[in-house]
T-cell receptor, first 115, second 113 residues
Framework: NAGVTQTPKFQVLKTGQSMTLQCAQD?????MYWYRQDPGMGLRLIYY???????DKGEVPNGYNVSRLNKREFSLRLESAAPSQTSVYFC??????????????FGPGTRLLVL | RKEVEQDPGPFNVPEGATVAFNCTYS??????FFWYRQDCRKEPKLLMS???SGNEDGRFTAQLNRASQYISLLIRDSKLSDSATYLC??????????????FGGGTRLMVKP
């Protein structure tokens, strides 16, 4: 099992360019997440998908869109990149439970630099 | 006020030392608590869950104090390989909405020979 995979690993964009970050998991998890991690800020949730067919905003959704393509795949799109979106982006997945929380498994991350 | 607060460190300790980290959380309704470990330029990975009665996993002991809303992690007999950033993580609502988690900023540990 590969677990959670992300592409690309690194990306440099110019302000105003668009791109899509891809994420896939092979653990048959229902829930998937996108986070960004900035120095001193910890991981902040951008969007999540509790189950296939649903997506919801997290703490910092502005400037991003997501698509839950199927149970395995959850993509994050930057329509018009801004320097403030320079960050490390992590995708994660977990089982879905009614209460409490299940372990989230993270992908290796995408390092994005917006010039 | 941040929902989950940690001392960013770094904590510099010699091999074999015992080191403890604390973390405070603001939402008293929080139900689930975890410590994740993140190595430099790597993804976070679950280190251990934190249970109300406290729990131990080898050299690692986690404690929860609900009254004071803090969580602790104790590492005994530190190894060089323990050098990492330790993330305090809380499930803020207690009710799963996609199992959302709130992460602290992390505490950096450096174990020296």
């Amino acid at each position: 099992n590969a677990g959670v995979t992300q592409t690309p690993k690194f990306q440099v964009l110019k302000t105003g360019q668009s791109m899509t970050l891809q994420c896939a998991q092979d653990m048959n998890h229902n829930s998937m997440y996108w986070y960004r991690q900035d120095p001193g800020m910890g991981l902040r949730l951008i969007y999540y998908s509790a189950s296939e067919g649903t997506t919801d905003k997290g703490e910092v959704p502005n400037g991003y869109n997501v698509s839950r393509l199927n149970k395995r795949e959850f993509s994050l799109r930057l329509e018009s990149a801004a320097p403030s979106q320079t960050s490390v982006y992590f995708c994660a997945s977990s089982e879905l439970v009614l209460e409490g929380s299940k372990t989230q498994y993270f992908g290796p991350g995408t390092r994005l630099l917006v010039l | 006020r941040k929902e989950v607060e940690q001392d960013p460190g770094p904590f510099n300790v010699p091999e074999g030392a015992t080191v403890a980290f604390n973390c405070t959380y603001s939402n008293s309704a929080s139900q689930s608590f975890f410590w994740y470990r993140q190595d430099c330029r790597k993804e976070p990975k679950l280190l251990m869950s934190v249970y109300s009665s406290g729990n131990e996993d080898g050299r690692f002991t986690a404690q929860l104090n609900r009254a004071s809303q803090y969580i602790s992690l104790l590492i005994r007999d530190s190894k060089l390989s323990d050098s990492a950033t330790y993330l305090c993580v809380v499930n803020p609502s207690g009710i799963s909405a996609g199992n959302m988690l709130t992460f602290g900023g992390g505490t950096r540990l450096m174990v020296k020979p």
